[in-house]
C-alpha cells in the first residue's frame, strides 16, 4: 500500500474575526502536520458572497501569522493544488455538482422561496422530515425527480434559475469513523437534502469543501465539533463521486465552553467577563465596534498559543509549558478529549506570567521604552533592564511592566488619599520623622545597599521606631501609594539624588 502522505489544511471562511477557537483549530492541525512531517494548507473558503466581510482574510492570515502558524501552501505563496481561495475556484465547482446529478444522486431544485416556506408551514408540528427537504417531501416539490423530464430540461433550457440539492438515501446507517470519537453512526432520514450549488452560480460550503479537500489531497480533515453534524453528509459525497478510498479521515476537536462550562464560549463571555476571545483587536467594519485582542492586551503569542493547545490536548504529564517545538514533538490526536474544554481567563493570564518571568530582561527593556517614548522620557537600557528585574515577577500582561514600574521614571504627581490618611498620621509625629530622616539620610554619601540598610538600622533603633514606621510613608513619598517593591529597592534604583528629592516634594505637598 502506497504511504499515506499526510495534508492537512485550515479552512476559515472570511466572515469575521476568527475566535480563539479556530485558531486553536488551525494549531492542532499545524502541530499534527509538523509532527508528522505532512503539509499545511490554508484554504479560504469564501463561497458565500452574503457573509463575506471585508479585512477578516487579512485579519485570519495575520493572527495566525502572530502565533507562529505556518503555512506550506496558501493564498500568498501558492503550491502545487492551487489556486488556494476558492472563490478563484469557481468555475469547476458547477461541473461536480452535475456530475452527481448525471450519476442520480442529486438533482434540480426549482422551488421558489414561498413554495419553500409552505412546505416549511405544512410539515410544522408533524414529522420534521415534513418540514424539510428530503426523501419525505421531495416528490411533492418542484424538481427533476418529480417532474416530467421534458419540462425539466425546458426549464433549465429556459434559463431558469435552479438549486442542485443532494439526494439523500431514505433509511440508511451512515457511519463517521472519527479519530476522536470513534463509530458515529447516523440515520439518513435524519438528514436533508442539502443545497450543492445554489441559484446565485456559487457552490455551497458543503461541495466546495469536498471537492477541494478531494483536489488538494488533504488527507486528515481535523476541525471543531460544530461540523460533526455536516460530516455524515460529507461522507455520502465523497462514496457519491466515487471517492470513497481516499477519503480523509476525520477528527472533530471538542468545543470551547464558557468559564462555567455552561455552553459555547462566544465573544459576549468575553465582553461580560472581561477577557479577549479574539487572537487580534478587531474593528467591525461595518459599525466600527472594537473587540480586543489577545495581542493588544499585552500577551506574548508563545504564551497564547501554549494556553490553547490545553484547551482540549494534554501531554499525559505534569509539564505545562511547552514550546511550539515540544508542542509539534509531544502532540497527538489521541491526547485529545472528547468533552468541551472550559475557557480559564485566569489560567490564560498565568500562562502569560510564566513567559514573562522567564525572558530576560533584555528581551523585556522594548516594551517599557514604548511606554517612555510616548511620554518623551529617556533612560539607557540598563536602567530599564533593572527596573524589569525588581517588577516582572508582579506582572502577568505586558502593560503591567509599565502599571508596575512609572514610579521609577517619574515622580507621583499625587499622593493616594486613602494611603495618606492611613499612613501619614498622626501628622506632626510623622512629618517630623521624615524631616529628621532627611537631615541625616542626606550624609549618606555610599549609596550602595548595605550602607544604606545599616544607616537606616541605626536611625531607627535611635527613634526606637519599628522598621514599617519609617518605610511605608516613604513609600508613600516615592510611589505615592501603596505600589512597588522593597523600598530599599526603589532608593538605590532610584538614586540618591531622586530619592532626597522625593522627600523633600512630599515634605512641601503634604500636611506637616
Ligand atoms: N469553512 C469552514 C469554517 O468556516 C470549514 C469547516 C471545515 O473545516 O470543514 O470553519
Not at 278 to 298: C, H, M, N
Request: hydrophobic fraction near 35%.
Amino acid at each position: 500500500m502506497a504511504e499515506l502522505k499526510i495534508r492537512v489544511r485550515f479552512a476559515p471562511s472570511p466572515t469575521g474575526p476568527l475566535h480563539i477557537g479556530g485558531v486553536r483549530t488551525a494549531l492542532y492541525n499545524y502541530l499534527f502536520a509538523r509532527k508528522l512531517g505532512g503539509k499545511m494548507i490554508l484554504r479560504i473558503e469564501d463561497t458565500d458572497q452574503n457573509r463575506y466581510v471585508d479585512g477578516a482574510e487579512k485579519y485570519i492570515t495575520e493572527s495566525l501569522d502572530w502565533c507562529g502558524i505556518q503555512f506550506d501552501e496558501d493564498i500568498v505563496k501558492g503550491g502545487p493544488y492551487g489556486p488556494y481561495r476558492q472563490s478563484e475556484r469557481k468555475s469547476i465547482y458547477l461541473d461536480y455538482a452535475k456530475e452527481l446529478v448525471d450519476k442520480g444522486y442529486a438533482y434540480y431544485a426549482f422551488d421558489t422561496p414561498e413554495e419553500l416556506d409552505e412546505m416549511r408551514e405544512r410539515g410544522k408540528d408533524k414529522d420534521v422530515h415534513l418540514s424539510q427537504y428530503g426523501p419525505f417531501t421531495r416528490l411533492g416539490l418542484k424538481n427533476s425527480l418529480s417532474l416530467p423530464a421534458d419540462e425539466v430540461r425546458q426549464r433549465l433550457a429556459s434559463g431558469e434559475t435552479y438549486v442542485i440539492r443532494i439526494r439523500i438515501p431514505e433509511n440508511e446507517e451512515i457511519h463517521v469513523n472519527d479519530l476522536i470519537r470513534g463509530d458515529v453512526v447516523v440515520q439518513s432520514s435524519s438528514l436533508d437534502d442539502k443545497v450543492l450549488f445554489k441559484s446565485d452560480g456559487w457552490p455551497t460550503y458543503h461541495l466546495a469543501n469536498i471537492v477541494d479537500d478531494h483536489l488538494m489531497e488533504i488527507s486528515h480533515v481535523i476541525r471543531g465539533e460544530e461540523w460533526l453534524p455536516s460530516a455524515p453528509l460529507h461522507v455520502l459525497l465523497y462514496r457519491y463521486f466515487g471517492w470513497g478510498e481516499s477519503m480523509p479521515k476525520f477528527a472533530h476537536l471538542p468545543l470551547l465552553l464558557k468559564p462555567d462550562g455552561n455552553g459555547k464560549l462566544s465573544k459576549r463571555d468575553g465582553d461580560r467577563l472581561g477577557f479577549p476571545v479574539f487572537p487580534l483587536q478587531w474593528t467591525d467594519p461595518v459599525t466600527k465596534d472594537i473587540s480586543s485582542g489577545y495581542r493588544e492586551s499585552g500577551y506574548f503569542p508563545e504564551a497564547f498559543v501554549n494556553m490553547l493547545a490545553f484547551l482540549g490536548w494534554n501531554p499525559g504529564s505534569e509539564q505545562e509549558l511547552f514550546t511550539m517545538d515540544e508542542l509539534i514533538h509531544e502532540f497527538s490526536l489521541d491526547r485529545v478529549g472528547k468533552h468541551g474544554s472550559k475557557f480559564d481567563p485566569e489560567k490564560a493570564r498565568w500562562y502569560n506570567h510564566q513567559y514573562l518571568v522567564k525572558k530576560p530582561e533584555f528581551e523585556l527593556v522594548g516594551f517599557l521604552k514604548r511606554e517612555l517614548e510616548k511620554r518623551a522620557l529617556h533612560f539607557e537600557d540598563r536602567y530599564v533592564a533593572s527596573v524589569i528585574h525588581l517588577i516582572k515577577d508582579r506582572a502577568n500582561l505586558i502593560p503591567d511592566l509599565w502599571k508596575n514600574s512609572w514610579f521609577f521614571f517619574v515622580p507621583p504627581e499625587t499622593y493616594d488619599e486613602p494611603f495618606v490618611l492611613k499612613v501619614w498620621s498622626p501628622v506632626p509625629v510623622v512629618s517630623g520623622l521624615l524631616v529628621s530622616f532627611l537631615e541625616e539620610v542626606k550624609h549618606v554619601v555610599d549609596w550602595e545597599h548595605d550602607p544604606l540598610h545599616s544607616f537606616i538600622q541605626d536611625f531607627i533603633t535611635g527613634k526606637n521606631i519599628k522598621m514599617g514606621q519609617l518605610m511605608t510613608p516613604l513609600r508613600l513619598l516615592m510611589v505615592g501609594n501603596n505600589q512597588g517593591p522593597g523600598i530599599m529597592d526603589i532608593a538605590i534604583t532610584l538614586g540618591r539624588e531622586e530619592f532626597l528629592k522625593r522627600i523633600e516634594t512630599g515634605l512641601k505637598k503634604l500636611p506637616r
